[in-house]
């Protein structure tokens, strides 16, 4: 199996850069008609698994809030050694894109005066995982919720541990528990710095996060972000935890996702379960939560959007809670991003939400350039 990174941020980073090779798919000189979409987009999938021989596969997931219309397709294999074809209704380990469901869920606890976001992290933590930050430094008096879901609270985070990446490698299928991963974490590095000076991306903190989710809720986390979020309302019919849930009745089989060619289909989800990652969707119902969360159809009041979007650091384009951002055409996006190769944002000036995977994990940076080409069929930005 190759070697993992040692940290995901540089990975999600690598999403926001609009590679130097041009896509072969030019923009139009105007926008396409609705019906004329989904022929342009598969075109544009075709084209990008036909000029990358490493890509085993793409999807492509568009909703339009003005024409309140979708579209999604997908080009190339989802399982390249049996050749089965990639569809649009495959659901991925979206990864990382789980935090913005694990900090939307915290903030509805937020808004049910459950917490506050000035809480100290000691008030709210399970007991044994406040002793064990205590022991490795983390002042927990200090640590804010809010710092915990900006990635501010000092933080390291354990898929960093080279010991942890290596008993991926070695033993794929081991079984982790939240407090094994948080073990390796205090056992292997220190906290990098005081709470709230410094933006580090961290697993581990999500990792705690979803501990508190369980706790105020009393349910594993996955069906408590469901239920907190409201999925059936939603329409989320095949977005699922990975382990913690079912599998719903109807949803596709999962596709198969590469690392450097690596097929990651068999890794144990528990080594990024438990709020760093965990959920398993189609683009499109990835597409589906993240414009319901920007168009105000996730919380009770509009202030709780704009405390989430309101970005805590220049990081990652401006990272707020769960969420960062993206400029593309010259227009802003808010979204996410996952290891694995998944890719949100929604444009609201556009009225637009694109969500991408791609099934080769090195591709994942080429989202951005797709994203523009998407958004020029639409007649969006410059």
Excluded at 278 to 295: D, Y
Aim: hydrophobic share 45%; with cysteine.
């Amino acid at each position: 199996m190759p070697r993992l990174p040692v940290s995901r941020l540089r990975c999600l980073l690598l999403a926001l850069v609009v590679p130097v090779a041009a896509l072969p798919t030019q923009p139009p000189a105007q926008a396409a008609t609705p019906d004329a979409i989904t022929p342009a987009l598969q075109r544009l999938a075709d084209s990008l698994v036909t000029a990358r021989p490493r890509l085993p596969g793409i999807v492509i997931a568009v909703r339009s809030r003005e024409l309140a219309r979708s579209w999604s397709v997908a080009a190339g294999m989802s399982d390249s050694a049996r050749r089965i074809p990639l569809r649009p209704e495959h659901p991925m380990r979206i990864a990382s894109n789980t935090k913005t469901y694990v900090a939307a869920a915290l903030l509805r606890l937020v808004e049910d005066k459950r917490l506050a976001l000035s809480d100290p992290l000691t008030q709210h933590l399970p007991a044994h995982l406040d002793r064990l930050l205590r022991r490795d430094g983390y002042d927990t008096d200090v640590i804010t919720i809010e710092q915990v879901l900006s990635h501010r609270a000092g933080f390291h985070e354990h898929p960093a541990v080279p010991s942890y990446t290596a008993r991926l490698r070695t033993d794929s299928r081991y079984r982790w528990t939240r407090e094994e991963q948080l073990q390796w974490l205090v056992d292997s590095l220190n906290p990098i710095g005081p709470p709230g000076a410094q933006f580090r991306y961290s697993d581990s903190g999500y990792t705690l996060l979803g501990a508190i989710i369980e706790r105020y809720t009393n349910q594993p986390l996955g069906p408590a972000v469901r239920r907190l979020l409201d999925f059936d309302r939603l329409g989320l019919r095949a977005t699922w935890w990975e382990t913690m849930e079912p599998v719903p009745a109807g949803a596709a089989p999962r596709a198969h996702q590469y690392l450097a060619g690596f097929d990651s289909y068999d890794i144990d989800p528990s080594f990024d379960l438990f709020g760093g990652g965990g959920i398993v969707a189609p683009m499109a119902e990835v597409a589906l939560f993240t414009a319901s969360l920007l168009e105000g159809r996730v919380f009770t009041t509009p202030v709780t959007l704009d405390t989430m979007l309101a970005a805590r650091s220049t990081e990652m384009a401006g990272y707020g809670l769960g969420i960062f951002g993206t400029t593309v055409r010259g227009l802003r996006g808010y979204g996410h991003s996952g290891f694995w190769g998944t890719t949100v944002m929604v444009f609201p000036d556009a009225g637009l939400t694109i969500a991408i995977a791609v099934t080769e994990q090195s591709e994942l940076r080429m989202s951005n350039a797709v994203m523009g080409t998407v958004l020029a069929l639409f007649g969006a930005g410059r």
